[in-house]
Structure formats: structure tokens, C-alpha cells
């Protein structure tokens, strides 16, 4: 009886909860964060750092057609756990990621759930659902509310083809600085996001986006608040856009998702960093993904790209004229092979335009003749492909090109993250890596840790580029954005961003040439790029003829490897510069970049280098890289006792140095 009792108070008690408040703490395994869940008619969350407030109380909530408020069911119980491991990227920024949370989920009666993991950097959640049958996700509620009128870096998503749908966008935007309440009320922005709560540092981020669309994040009332809007499912697309290579969205219905059965929603990332530099190498985003499901990657080999679109087939010299034709390919072929890079990719223009079949090659191209010429080389190639014409037949095109020995294919103008979308992402990555092929998403969204999921897709495009300087106008700040992008942008993935530029311009004298391209800043801004910016597949946008002429910085270019085994930030600040260092192996690249503003930097390598003797090769602007961009000095020099070196960055400058014992 007395057993009875017992039983009958512990069941009392349990489903109490349900109708009284409760507020359950998650603290992350070092203590300075601690996450607070509030259950009561409805859920809510808040984070604090060393016990301040840094993100209100913020609603969690998923409704689905049937009216059903996950989020708002009835408590069932609360289970906590810990979790500790290690994870080996296959390809990443370092060899190894320490994997420490602690976890509380919230289980409701409706067999829904929401799950919290408190890091020392940061804390996620993601809802969980156990439905046994299809159902419709009408809206989705995440809140993000600062309390205080900060200020943030955010970027809008701009209109790309067609100003019918605001969905539909390219994800290449600069940053505006701004306080929460001057956020567009009619824009929305992409995230991450980053905003600063007095000091500490909070980016709005997200992962694991498989089958869901992507977040925006826009504020309508004026508040302090960010709140996430999703994609509707398109309902009616049509061929259109560039070239007729884009899925122009006609119509879309009323709902953000169509799903079957349970299963886990994206997570909901809250990265906090105490520095800025702390921020830029968080790798929370990636933690967070479902682990690898290629199991030998051996095949997925990273490097560096011979490009042609950007130096618009820019070769001279030849007994040819240049373009899309074979003799051209072959002439990047004989470049990649001199200098030690691992691929060329053909861009736009090899396959029958128009047509939206990429197995129709315009008669100037012998393909099978290029793709045999380079691999007696020792190069690969990689083909460009539009989205339409990839989507009409991924698994033949995947199937007929690895057979012809294509190594990858760069996917370009998706221009979406709807639901549609994103199912697409993850179906090409799978299709892809079953044929043993690399992919490069370039007119895509940002990444949300399909690179850890799938590691044959090396970089994501979602950035503004060096392909913005072949049109941009003078007025674009494009420094200002080399040294933001890396503490928001790159924090999600790596980057498509296709640096290398030869003909270098001052502020003063930079214009857009769309044949004739140029880069803002320095020429050792763009080769700092390399160890800056992470992507495992490296453009070199610029043209064998540049190369040539340059071979000193074209040589080191070449050497910088593409994937890590160790970063360090050595230093930073948003907005106005970073400083990167990136071993592989016993060798060290340090990269260092500035906005406008001439700098002089103390570079500590004391938090890289131990005991011994090292030696540093440095590219450093050259005296009057204020007015000639590609004025540089290159010098080899016995690295001080102190470990410390001052370096003096033009406007627009920069420098990049090998460290080696």
C-alpha cells in the first residue's frame, strides 16, 4: 500500500507539471553559459554568459496544419544527458573537433519534443517530432529577442531575376552595422547573423537544414528582436532566369513544409564568443550536422582550380583566339600541370546553351579529348553546370561524366532554400558522392553542415566575391567586406569566393571591366585570401597569361594548401581586419588582411610556434602599395626570440607569410 503511494504521488507530480510553470537551467560543460527553459502555456528560452542576460526570453514553436502547436503541448517529462567525443573531419579547417555539450530535452505528451545542448560556445535546440503519418509544417515560430536596441552585422537577401518572389535570391550581399530597431521592416535577411550584446558576440546561425527550408531573419515592428521566416513550398515553377538555367518560382502554397513521418527539424544555433577572433574560428555549425555518410572519402581529393570565367579566357601569346574551345582548355591544362594545380574547371558555355541538356557539347569542345589530355597531365576537370540542366537528370549526367573521368561539377543558380530546394542539395550531394564526384555549389545558399554530411561538397558560394569586381561599382566597399565575412559568412562553411587577382587596385583607382577584371586592394590582400578564406577548392581566378608574368606570388599560391589541420585567429575585429594562421602538417600560413584604413600590426606567433629556430617567408605590401596595389616585397627573415613581427598593411593591404621550423 505504501508502495502504491508513493507510485501514486510520483504520477501526481509528474503531470503537475503540465499546468503549472516551470523553468528548467542548462548549463554548458564549463559553466559560464547557461540556458534557461521556461514550460508553461507555451516554450521559451534564454542565455546567459558568467549570469547576464544576453538573449531574452524567445518563443520556440512549430504549427501544423491540423493546428497542432509543438511547442505548446502539454509536458510530459524532461530528460537531461552529456555527451563527449571527438570527431575527425574527413575534410575541414583542423583534424580534429572536441564535441562537448550537455542536453536537456523537453518530451510533451503529443510524442513531440524540443532538444537544448549548452556548449562552452554556444547553445542550439532543434524540434523532434514521432507522428507516425504524413503532415504539413505551416510556420514555424524562432525568436531571437535582445531586450536593448544592439547593434548587428546583417546582410539582405537580394532580389535575383525577378522581384515576384523575396525568396528567391543569389545570397551575395555586404554587411550593414546597424542597431536591431534600423533592421528593414520589409527585407529580409540571411543568416548568420551577428549581433553585439555590449561586448559579447552572438551569431544567429543554423544547421543540419536537410528537407527544411533555410532561416531568414527580418524585424517588422522596429524591436529588438530578430525573428526567422521561412520559404514557402513552391507550388507552380517554370524555366527562366539566366539563360533559361533557373527555377523561377510562379507560385508558392501557404505552407513552409510537407513531411512524413518522425523525425528531427534544423537546429537553431546560438554561438557566443567573448572575442572576435574567438568567433571566426568557431566550428559549432559543423557540430552540429549529421555525421558523414561517406564512408571512404579517399577519392574526394581538395586543391587548387585554374579558372577561366573570371579572366574572361584571358590568355595571350597563342596562335589561337581564346574562348570556349579546346585549344583554350588545354592551354589552362598546360598551366595547372606547370604550377602544381589539381584541376580546371570548363564554366559556363561548354554545353549547348539554352538547350538545359548537359549532354549536348557545343561543337568547339572535344570534351573526351580534354578530359584524357589533363589526366595525362596529372589534372582534373570539373565541369559547370546549371541548375535546371543538372536537375532535369542528376543521376545520368552524374553516371555518363564520372564514366568520361569528370572529377566534380560546380552547380550554379539555384538562387533558393526553400524545401524544394534544399531536398535538392542533399539529393545531388548523394548522387554525386555515389559516382565519386566533388561539388562545388556556387548561386546557392549558405552552407548548414551538409559538408560534414555529405564531404564531397567542398564549397558553398553565398558570398560576395571577387566575381562582384567585374561589375561592381566604385562605391562597393569590397575591404570592408574581405575583413567582415569571415566572422559571420565563413562561420556556416566554407566559401566559394574565388580570389587570385593579379591586376590590383587603390580605392582610387579601382572601376569595374567585366573582361578586363581587376580586384580592390592589394596584391598581398589576395594572396592573404588563401589562409584567410577556407575552401577546400581554391579558385585561381586569374589567367595563365597574369600567372606567368607574376610566377613569384603565382608559385606560392600554388603551394598553399586548401585543407587543415590546425587554425588559430591570431587576431581581429569585424569589420576592420583578421589575421589567420592555418597549419598543415610542421608548416604555417599566416594571412592578414585590412579594410581601407592603413594598419600596423603587432603579429603574436608566440600562441603558434614552440622552442627552435623558424623561418618566415613573407609577402608584405611594398612601399607605395597605396598607389600602385601590386607593389610588393617578398623576404625571408629569422623569426625573433619573441615570436613577434610588425607588419604594416596599406589600405587595402595585406600580407601573407609561410612559417616553417
Known amino acids: 500500500m505504501k508502495r502504491l503511494l508513493t507510485l501514486l504521488t510520483l504520477c501526481v507530480a509528474m503531470f503537475s507539471t503540465s499546468y503549472a510553470q516551470k523553468n528548467y537551467t542548462l548549463t554548458s560543460p564549463n559553466g559560464d553559459l547557461t540556458a534557461t527553459i521556461c514550460i508553461d502555456s507555451k516554450t521559451t528560452y534564454s542565455v546567459a554568459l558568467d549570469g547576464k542576460v544576453i538573449l531574452q526570453p524567445s518563443t520556440i514553436a512549430l504549427t501544423l496544419a491540423d493546428g497542432t502547436i509543438i511547442g505548446n503541448s502539454k509536458l510530459k517529462r524532461v530528460v537531461r544527458g552529456s555527451h563527449s567525443e571527438t570527431i575527425t573531419p574527413q575534410l575541414y579547417f583542423k583534424s580534429t573537433i572536441e564535441d562537448n555539450y550537455n542536453s536537456l530535452t523537453v518530451e510533451y505528451r503529443d510524442r513531440s519534443a524540443i532538444e537544448f545542448r549548452a556548449y562552452n560556445d554556444g547553445v542550439a535546440y532543434r524540434i523532434k517530432t514521432g507522428k507516425a503519418d504524413n503532415y504539413i509544417v505551416k510556420s514555424e515560430t524562432a525568436e531571437f529577442n535582445f531586450g536593448a536596441d544592439h547593434k548587428c552585422w546583417i546582410a539582405y537577401a537580394n532580389l535575383t531575376g525577378t522581384k515576384k518572389d523575396k525568396y528567391f535570391t543569389s545570397f551575395e550581399n555586404t554587411y550593414n552595422n546597424i542597431p536591431l530597431s534600423e533592421v528593414s521592416s520589409d527585407k529580409l535577411a540571411f543568416s548568420p547573423v551577428v549581433v553585439d550584446v555590449d561586448g559579447t558576440l552572438v551569431c544567429i546561425a543554423e544547421s543540419d537544414t536537410e528537407n527544411y527550408p533555410g532561416m531568414f531573419l527580418h524585424n517588422t515592428d522596429k524591436s529588438s528582436s530578430l525573428k526567422g ?81 573570371w579572366n574572361y579566357w584571358g590568355i595571350t601569346g597563342v596562335d589561337f583566339e581564346a574562348g570556349v574551345n579546346t585549344a583554350t582548355y588545354k592551354a589552362y591544362i598546360d598551366f595547372a600541370a606547370e604550377y602544381g594545380v589539381e584541376y580546371v574547371i570548363l564554366d559556363e558555355g561548354w554545353a549547348v546553351k539554352y538547350k538545359n541538356n548537359l549532354m549536348e557539347v557545343v561543337p568547339e569542345i572535344d570534351l573526351k579529348h580534354i578530359i584524357d589530355y589533363a589526366k595525362s597531365k596529372g589534372v582534373g576537370i570539373i565541369l559547370w553546370a546549371g541548375y535546371n540542366a543538372f536537375n532535369a537528370d542528376i543521376e545520368g549526367v552524374c553516371q555518363h561524366y564520372a564514366a568520361m573521368g569528370v572529377k566534380g561539377f560546380k552547380i550554379d543558380f539555384m538562387d533558393r532554400d526553400d524545401q524544394q530546394m534544399s531536398a535538392f542539395y542533399y539529393r545531388t550531394a548523394e548522387i554525386c558522392a555515389k559516382h565519386k564526384l566533388m561539388v562545388d555549389f556556387h548561386g546557392c545558399a549558405k552552407p548548414a553542415g551538409l559538408n560534414r554530411t555529405y564531404p564531397n561538397v567542398v564549397n558553398f558560394e553565398a558570398v560576395f566575391g571577387l566575381e562582384q569586381m567585374k561589375w561592381s561599382k566604385e562605391s562597393v566597399d569590397h575591404m570592408a567586406y574581405d575583413v567582415t565575412m569571415p566572422f559571420i559568412r565563413m562561420v556556416a562553411g566554407p566559401i566559394d569566393y574565388t580570389q587570385g587577382a593579379m591586376r590590383n587596385a587603390t580605392k582610387r583607382n579601382y572601376r569595374p571591366i567585366n573582361r578586363e577584371p581587376m580586384s580592390q586592394g592589394t596584391r598581398c590582400h589576395q594572396l592573404a585570401a588563401y589562409a584567410v578564406f577556407y575552401s577546400p577548392l581554391s579558385m585561381l581566378c586569374d589567367s595563365p597569361t597574369a600567372y606567368r608574368k607574376e610566377a613569384e606570388c603565382a608559385e606560392f599560391i600554388a603551394s598553399v594548401p586548401t585543407v587543415w589541420d590546425e587554425t588559430v585567429v591570431i587576431d581581429g575585429k569585424i569589420g576592420e581586419y583578421v589575421v589567420t594562421a592555418r597549419r598543415k602538417d610542421n608548416t604555417w600560413y599566416i594571412g592578414g588582411m585590412t579594410n581601407w584604413n592603413a594598419r600596423t600590426l603587432e603579429v603574436d606567433l608566440s600562441q603558434i610556434v614552440g622552442q627552435g629556430n623558424y623561418t618566415v617567408d613573407i609577402f608584405r605590401d611594398g612601399a607605395n602599395a597605396h598607389r600602385i596595389a601590386s607593389d610588393y616585397k617578398r623576404e625571408t627573415i629569422a623569426l625573433p626570440a619573441s615570436r613577434k613581427l610588425t607588419v604594416h598593411l596599406a589600405p587595402g593591404g595585406g600580407f601573407m607569410m609561410r612559417v616553417v621550423k
Open 229 to 309: 521566416c521561412f520559404a514557402t513550398v513552391p507550388d507552380k515553377v517554370e524555366v527562366g532566369g539566366h539563360n533559361k538555367l533557373q527555377g523561377i518560382v510562379v507560385s508558392r502554397h501557404d505552407y513552409i513544409a510537407s513531411c512524413s513521418g518522425s523525425g528531427t527539424f534544423p537546429w537553431r544555433v546560438i554561438i557566443v564568443a567573448k572575442s572576435d577572433r574567438e568567433l571566426a574560428q568557431s566550428d559549432m555549425v559543423y557540430r552540429l550536422a549529421s555525421p558523414s555518410r561517406v564512408e571512404n572519402s579517399d577519392w574526394i581529393v581538395p586543391g587548387k582550380v585554374a579558372w577561366e570565367w
